[in-house]
C-alpha cells in the first residue's frame, strides 16, 4: 500500500499569509494526486486533482505542484474562509489512500 | 445538481451488521465509479470501498476487507455498504462520494472524488 506522509500537522497563519502544506507518497505515483478542503462538519472538496490542475470554481491563490514522490499545495494569499483541514489523496493505485491532514488556524 | 445522500447510519454493538445506503439523484449512477470514505471523530480522512460504474470490479481497504461489502442498484439509483462483525474502531461518520476518472497522458484513468455526501454518523459501542 501507498502510504500518504502530510506536513505539517497543523499551520497558524494570518490572513494574507503564503501557506505551503507538503504531502510525500512512499512509493511513486505520477501526478496522480488530489488535494481536498474540509470545514468542521462538512463533507470535504476537491481542490486539485492531477497534482497541479485546479478544479473549477477553485479560487486560483490555491495551486498545487510535484511529481513522483513530492508534493506541495500552495496558498499564495490566505483569506478568512480558508481555515480548514486539508488532506492529499493518492489515485495511483488501489487502496487509495489519504494523507493525515493538515488543519490551518487563525494566528 | 449532484447529489449523494448517505443513510442507515446509527448505534451498533461490536461484532453486529449495519447497512449503509447511498442515494443518488441529478445524475445517472450507472455510468459512474462509487466510493466510501470514511472519519473517526476529531481523525483524518479514510477511503474504505470503491465499486465500478457496472460492479464488475469492487476495492476494499485492508481493515475492513472480508468485513465490509460494496454493491450497487443501478435502477433503483443507490449505492450500498453492507458492514459486518463492527469493531469499535469501525465509528467514524461514512460518506459516499462520485468518483471522477481524469486519464493522465500514458492512458491511466486515475480516481478523484468530485461530489460528496453529507455523511452518516455510524458508532459501535456496547
Known amino acids: 500500500d501507498i502510504q500518504m506522509t502530510q506536513s505539517p500537522s497543523s499551520v497558524s497563519a494570518s490572513v494574507g499569509d503564503r501557506v505551503t502544506i507538503t504531502c510525500r507518497a512512499s512509493?511513486?505515483?505520477?501526478?496522480?494526486l488530489a488535494w481536498y478542503q474540509q470545514k468542521p462538519g462538512k463533507a470535504p472538496k476537491l481542490l486539485i486533482y492531477?497534482?497541479?490542475s485546479l478544479q473549477s470554481g477553485v479560487p486560483s491563490r490555491f495551486s498545487g505542484s510535484g511529481s513522483g514522490t513530492d508534493f506541495t499545495l500552495t496558498i499564495s494569499s490566505l483569506q478568512p474562509e480558508d481555515f480548514a483541514s486539508y488532506y492529499c489523496q493518492q489515485a495511483n493505485s488501489f487502496p487509495l489512500t489519504f494523507g493525515g491532514g493538515t488543519k490551518v488556524e487563525i494566528k | 445538481q449532484v447529489q449523494l445522500v448517505e443513510s442507515g447510519g446509527g448505534v451498533v454493538q461490536p461484532g453486529r451488521s449495519l447497512r449503509l445506503s447511498c442515494a443518488a439523484s441529478?445524475?445517472?449512477?450507472?455510468?459512474?465509479?462509487i466510493h466510501w470514505a470514511r472519519q473517526a471523530p476529531g481523525k483524518g480522512l479514510e477511503w474504505v470501498a470503491g465499486i465500478s460504474y457496472d460492479g464488475s470490479h469492487k476495492y476494499y481497504a485492508d481493515s475492513v476487507k472480508g468485513r465490509f461489502t460494496i454493491s450497487r442498484d443501478n435502477s433503483m439509483n443507490t449505492l450500498y455498504l453492507q458492514m459486518n462483525s463492527l469493531r469499535a474502531e469501525d465509528t467514524a461518520v461514512y460518506y459516499c462520494?462520485?468518483?471522477?476518472?481524469?486519464?493522465?497522458?500514458?492512458?491511466?484513468?486515475?480516481?478523484?472524488?468530485?461530489?460528496w455526501g453529507q455523511g452518516t454518523l455510524v458508532t459501535v459501542s456496547s
Open positions: 512509493q511513486g505515483i505520477s501526478s496522480r
Open positions: 441529478a445524475f445517472t449512477l450507472s455510468t459512474y465509479g
Open positions: 492531477a497534482a497541479s
Open positions: 462520494a462520485r468518483e471522477w476518472r481524469h486519464y493522465d497522458s500514458s492512458g491511466y484513468g486515475a480516481e478523484y472524488f468530485q461530489h
